[in-house]
């Protein structure tokens, strides 16, 4: 799970979203709906205006934090989502994405009335109070067969639905991350010809769909969180970011027994979770290698667009040139 992508999750937990969006993670074990995992700590000096009362979000208890957004304890057993500044463009395809999702069947928090707090935006939610299936399995490595196997499935059950009107496409996605941010030429070329030979879909594509962004409830239901990167397009789209996810993300703040147990099960987790989306659901396994050569180099992107320079981070580019070659071998192997 990448450590870029979780933050913005695009994507969480991103490594941030096996960023996922980052991608949309992190250490903490609780978390409200919006998954952003981070340490616990409190904001100086906000003041949240509104209905009543001023209330400091000094004041309030800070579930988690991510690339886009802090979580904080909300009033009624609920979270609030408080976008930081510059991150707002998530909040519309979120509140497109979460009914559609519960409409169709797939877990996530219910999302309730857009608020705006000392000049940020943000969102009123259902507080979901679980671990996230990374952390979890971090804690219980032998749980990763069956984690990998339920993220899957729920995957698949998401990707069966018709996206609902309002989001970007696959391909703009895509576009925004690779146009914005310095990736090596070459790359960026390999990912436009790719691109423009890969058609589009409608399929609900979560974009940012990993075991980081899954909370696992302690009544044994699994929440999928941060849809702030939905999109429509083919299901082999979202297949390959999340495989890209997989292949190349890393924990946040991980242990050394985390780091250890991420590189040895990475093979395994990515090839019980195909399997497991199998079982649900068929998809073209030569197009889905051909849209990991895109989402490999968007997932570089992505890391270097939200990682500070002084974050500690590693550049994914070594990783995504390998994959990027796996990628292509595998889909001139399946054609």
């Not at 996530?108 to 939610?125: C, F, Q, V």
């Not at 995957?155 to 309002?166: I, K, M, S, V």
């Amino acid at each position: 799970m990448d450590r870029a992508d979780q933050g913005a999750a695009e994507h969480a937990r991103a490594r941030r979203g096996a960023g996922a969006g980052r991608q949309g993670g992190g250490s903490a074990h609780r978390a409200a709906h919006g998954g952003d995992g981070g340490a616990a700590g409190r904001e100086r000096g906000a003041v949240v205006t509104g209905d009543g009362p001023n209330v400091h979000v000094a004041s309030l208890e800070k579930l988690g934090e991510g690339y886009e957004a802090e979580i904080f304890a909300w009033e009624d057993g609920q979270a609030l989502r408080l976008f930081r500044e510059g991150h707002e463009r998530s909040i519309e395809p979120e509140r497109i994405a979460i009914p559609a999702a519960l409409a169709g069947g797939i877990p996530a928090p219910r999302i309730g009335e857009a608020i705006s707090l000392a000049g940020r935006e943000g969102s009123i939610m259902e507080r979901i109070d679980g671990e996230n299936l990374l952390d979890l399995v971090g804690r219980k490595p032998w749980l990763m067969p069956r984690e990998a196997w339920s993220t899957g499935r729920i995957h698949a059950r998401l990707n069966a639905l018709p996206a609902p009107d309002g989001l970007a496409t696959a391909h703009e996605r895509v576009r925004e991350w690779i146009a914005n941010v310095e990736v090596p030429p070459h790359l960026t070329a390999i990912a436009e010809e790719t691109l423009s030979e890969l058609e589009g879909g409608d399929r609900f594509c979560h974009s940012d769909f990993h075991p980081g962004n899954i909370l696992l409830e302690p009544g044994g239901r699994r929440v999928v969180i941060d849809w702030g990167f939905c999109a429509a397009g083919p299901i082999e789209s979202d297949v390959a970011r999340s495989t890209a996810l997989l292949w190349l993300g890393e924990p946040l703040d991980p242990s050394p027994a985390l780091k250890v147990i991420t590189r040895f099960f990475r093979p395994i987790a990515t090839g019980t979770y195909l399997r497991a989306y199998r079982s649900v659901a068929r998809f073209d396994t030569e197009l889905m290698w051909r849209w990991v050569v895109v989402r490999a180099i968007e997932h570089l992107a992505i890391v270097r667009a939200i990682s500070p320079p002084d974050a500690g981070i590693p550049d994914p580019v070594a990783g995504v040139e390998e994959l990027v070659r796996v990628a292509q071998r595998r889909a001139g192997a399946t054609s």
